[in-house]
C-alpha cells in the first residue's frame, strides 16, 4: 500500500492544511480515507483525477472528515464525467447524512440519477467487512459525530494501515494499531484533554500499549503544529500535506 496524505489538517485549516483525506494505493484499487470539506480542492492542487479514486472510506460524519462529498459526486456527475463505479463506505448513518448534506448544500442534488455506478455501504463496528479489496475492521471512538465515529484498520497484501479516526484515548485504539506497519493518529492538542480529543501528553502516557511499527500524528491544532519538532525527537513521525510514504 501507499498513502499520500492530501489532507492532515484538523476543522479550521490550521497551519493552511486541508482538511482529513488520505490516499490510499493498493496497487490494484486507489481509496480515499475521510474526504473533509475541502478535500476536492486539494485533489485538484495535486493533479489527482477524481476519476481514477474507486472508493472513499469514512471515519466518522463530521465536515472536516466527510464534508466534499457532495462536491466530488457533482463533479463527477457533471465536470469530470465519470463512468467508473464509486463505493462510498461509512459507519451506521452515512447514507442518511451524506442525503442530508447533498439536500444542504444543492437542494434535489440527492435524487441525481447518477450517470456512474455509485454504491454506499455502511460498515458495523466491529465486525470484520471487504471494501474494494481491503480488509477493513473498524471500532467505535470516544467522539460526538451524532453516529458512530469509528477508528479504521485495513489491510492488504500483508501490509496494515491503522487509523484513529478522531478520538480522545479509548482501549478500542488498541486492536485497531496492533501490529499495524503504520498507525495515524490524531493528535488534536499538545496538552490539554479535551473531550473528544487525543493529546500529546495522553498519547505518550500510552503509547507503550500501541503496537504500531510507525505512528504518525495527523489533526493537529496550534498548539500542536508549534511542537511538531517534539514529536519528531519522540520517534513520532508527523503528517504532512502532499506527503506519500510505502506502508
Ligand atoms: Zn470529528
Known amino acids: ?8 489538517g484538523d476543522a479550521f485549516g490550521s497551519g493552511g492544511r486541508f482538511n482529513t483525506c488520505f490516499m490510499i494505493d493498493s496497487g490494484e484499487r486507489r ?10 480542492v486539494a485533489l485538484k492542487a495535486r493533479n489527482i483525477d477524481i476519476n481514477t479514486i ?8 463530521h465536515g472536516d472528515h466527510f464534508g466534499a462529498l457532495p462536491f466530488f459526486l457533482l ?11 464509486l463505493t462510498i463506505v461509512g459507519p451506521p448513518g452515512t447514507r442518511e447524512r451524506l442525503n442530508a448534506a447533498m439536500e444542504v448544500f444543492f437542494p434535489r442534488s440527492s435524487k441525481t440519477a447518477w450517470k456512474f455506478p455509485l454504491e454506499i455501504g455502511e460498515i458495523t463496528p466491529a465486525i470484520p467487512d471487504e471494501v474494494l479489496g481491503f480488509a477493513i475492521n473498524t471500532a467505535v471512538a470516544i467522539h460526538q459525530s451524532g453516529a ?23 482501549d478500542a485504539l488498541i486492536p485497531i494499531a496492533d501490529g499495524a506497519d503504520l498507525f495515524v493518529i490524531e493528535c488534536y492538542d499538545y496538552d490539554r484533554n479535551l473531550s473528544g480529543h487525543m493529546s500529546f501528553a495522553r ?4 503509547r507503550a500499549q500501541l503496537r504500531a511499527r510507525r505512528i504518525m ?12 519538532d517534539e514529536a519528531v525527537a519522540a520517534g513520532f513521525l508527523v503528517a504532512a500535506d502532499g506527503l506519500a510514504i510505502d506502508v
Open 31 to 40: 481509496v480515499l480515507l475521510d474526504c473533509g470539506a475541502s478535500s476536492l
Open 54 to 61: 474507486d472508493g472513499v472510506i469514512l471515519s466518522h460524519l
Open 203 to 206: 498519547l505518550q502516557e500510552k
Open 217 to 228: 500524528l495527523t489533526h493537529m491544532n496550534p498548539t500542536m503544529l508549534a511542537r511538531q
Open 1 to 8: 500500500m501507499r498513502l499520500t496524505i492530501i489532507g492532515s
Open 148 to 170: 458512530p465515529s469509528t477508528a479504521v484498520r485495513l489491510a492488504h497484501g500483508g501490509r496494515v494501515l491503522a487509523y484513529s479516526g478522531d478520538t480522545e484515548w479509548t
Open 75 to 85: 463533479d463527477s456527475q457533471f465536470h469530470s464525467r465519470r463512468e467508473r463505479p
